[in-house]
């Protein structure tokens, strides 16, 4: 699936985008991962909110 979303991103516009990925704590303690396409002017925004 990520391979498939990564490749076709790679062809005409995608390139303005970015996969974030980053680790959310849970309320039973354990971290979970939250995955997102932003666009490169969002990623500062992604990672800043909570």
């Avoid at 990925?21 to 303690?29: A, D, L, N, T």
Wanted: hydrophobic share 30%; charged share 35%.
């Amino acid at each position: 699936m990520a391979k498939k979303t990564v490749a076709s991103l790679q062809k005409g516009g995608g390139k303005q985008h970015t996969l974030c990925v980053k680790m959310v704590k849970s309320e039973k303690g354990s971290y979970t991962f939250k995955e997102e396409i932003v666009h490169n002017d969002k990623v500062k925004d992604f990672f800043a909110k909570k």
